[in-house]
């Protein structure tokens, strides 16, 4: 099968961000060797139980801060998979890092092995916000990064920014926009800040400590980095995705948006096969306890999981038209969705497809053979989506 992507998730951080709701830990950094065996373990399971030989053309360790391994831990874990499954010549191998916990000689090797892309958490240019949002780092921590992996080999780099944080002006965001344009990345990923439950920024906020910028600010924050990305010609294919070049998009995050198979590895991890979707255990040691039990899992499942759910027809129709509609270049394309459910999606979603045409919200295009969001449509995309999720299922509608 073609078009496989695994997903490892390295949930080990140095410190845990005030913002973040993540299933990631500090001060655990003493299970990581054992924490990286329950990975080879879990690959190994899955794929032991396997009904066919799989090909992978997307690897992608998240996090946490997967680049507080070393690298004979991404040896093993790579070997693991290669020794398994065939790994595509042209893979895409992503790495996320915070920029204060890599070196010269870790980038160097981290090319060496196999990666070949990297995605750096800058977050803002401001020494203020990155306070606000507990981040480590500063600007001379990003640029030295970068030139590592210049220097290394690497020609695609994420910098992941975040706007609407609290007390950001929109002259302050503009800055860190046009700081971040000029380190010459090739890709950008662009998120307005959310206050999670539990988090100690949304406690801030609550008890009146900080104050978020108020709605009309934060679209307007949005409309600026569309603006200036476009006018540094990077073009944005999902809502908040931007890139220099066509090879430059992230080819593991297309995976999910198109409604497209990935295995999750590690503790907390989400999987997605055929129909269904699976989640591990959260917690480390409890990850690394199941995998050292006797095998009783069986593909796509492994006995780390915690949640199996099987999704009928009409359940992965709307997750599909809502992931697919997040890309804003290529849409939903209709036929593809007829091929896929025997279904033509006009006779399910009719009165929505075509109130929110009519709210200028959604477009046709391509003769009337794809749907996407409008530019309007980008600011106002999770109400877009609601309308396709949580939808009684129609009367003469096979499960």
């Given at each position: 099968m073609e078009n496989l992507s695994l997903y490892f998730h390295i949930p080990f951080c140095r410190r845990r961000c005030g913002y973040c709701d993540f299933n990631t830990f500090a001060g655990m950094n003493q299970y990581i060797p054992d924490y990286v065996n329950a990975l080879c373990k879990e690959v190994d399971e899955i794929f032991n139980s396997a009904p066919e030989q799989f090909s992978v053309h997307t690897i992608y360790f998240g996090g946490g801060t997967p680049s507080l391994l070393r690298t004979d831990h991404f040896e093993q874990i790579l070997e693991t998979v290669k020794s398994k499954i065939n790994i595509s010549d042209d893979a895409e191998l992503t790495l996320e890092a915070n920029p204060e916990t890599v070196t010269e000689k870790s980038i160097a090797e981290l090319f060496d092995i196999g990666f070949n892309r990297i995605s750096f958490g800058m977050q803002s240019a401001s020494k203020r916000d990155l306070k606000i949002l507990d981040r480590q780092h500063d600007s001379d921590s990003i640029v030295n990064a970068l030139q590592w992996c210049r220097r290394a080999?690497?020609?695609?780099?994420?910098?992941?920014?975040?706007?609407?944080?609290?007390?950001?002006?929109?002259?302050?965001?503009?800055?860190?926009?046009?700081?971040?344009?000029?380190?010459?990345?090739?890709?950008?990923?662009?998120?307005?800040?959310?206050?999670?439950?539990?988090?100690?920024?949304?406690?801030?906020?609550?008890?009146?400590?900080?104050?978020?910028?108020?709605?009309?600010?934060?679209?307007?924050?949005?409309?600026?980095?569309?603006?200036?990305?476009?006018?540094?010609?990077?073009?944005?294919?999902?809502?908040?995705?931007?890139?220099?070049?066509?090879?430059?998009?992230?080819?593991?995050?297309?995976?999910?948006?198109?409604?497209?198979?990935?295995?999750?590895?590690?503790?907390?991890?989400?999987?997605?096969?055929?129909?269904?979707?699976?989640?591990?255990?959260?917690?480390?040691?409890?990850?690394?306890?199941?995998?050292?039990?006797?095998?009783?899992?069986?593909?796509?499942?492994?006995?780390?999981?915690?949640?199996?759910?099987?999704?009928?027809?009409?359940?992965?129709?709307?997750?599909?038209?809502?992931?697919?509609?997040?890309?804003?270049?290529?849409?939903?394309?209709?036929?593809?969705?007829?091929?896929?459910?025997?279904?033509?999606?006009?006779?399910?979603?009719?009165?929505?497809?075509?109130?929110?045409?009519?709210?200028?919200?959604?477009?046709?295009?391509?003769?009337?053979?794809?749907?996407?969001?409008?530019?309007?449509?980008?600011?106002l995309g999770n109400q877009v989506f609601l309308e396709f999720i949580d939808n009684p299922v129609p009367g003469n509608f096979a499960l």
């Open positions: 080999g690497f020609k695609h780099v994420n910098l992941d920014l975040i706007f609407g944080i609290p007390g950001q002006s929109l002259k302050s965001w503009e800055r860190t926009l046009k700081t971040a344009l000029g380190l010459g990345v090739d890709h950008f990923s662009i998120y307005s800040l959310i206050l999670e439950e539990g988090t100690r920024l949304k406690d801030w906020v609550d008890r009146g400590l900080l104050v978020s910028p108020d709605e009309d600010l934060v679209a307007d924050m949005y409309a600026l980095a569309i603006e200036l990305m476009e006018n540094s010609r990077y073009t944005q294919y999902e809502i908040s995705n931007f890139t220099r070049e066509v090879e430059s998009v992230s080819r593991h995050n297309l995976q999910y948006w198109r409604y497209l198979p990935y295995l999750g590895f590690g503790a907390g991890a989400h999987g997605f096969f055929g129909n269904t979707r699976t989640e591990n255990v959260g917690l480390i040691p409890k990850y690394i306890n199941r995998l050292q039990q006797d095998s009783v899992g069986g593909f796509p499942v492994s006995q780390a999981a915690k949640q199996v759910n099987h999704l009928n027809r009409w359940e992965q129709i709307q997750e599909n038209l809502m992931v697919s509609l997040r890309l804003t270049q290529e849409g939903v394309s209709m036929r593809e969705m007829n091929e896929r459910y025997q279904v033509k999606l006009i006779n399910l979603f009719g009165p929505q497809i075509n109130r929110l045409v009519r709210l200028g919200l959604l477009e046709y295009f391509e003769n009337g053979e794809r749907l996407r969001l409008t530019r309007n449509g980008r600011f």
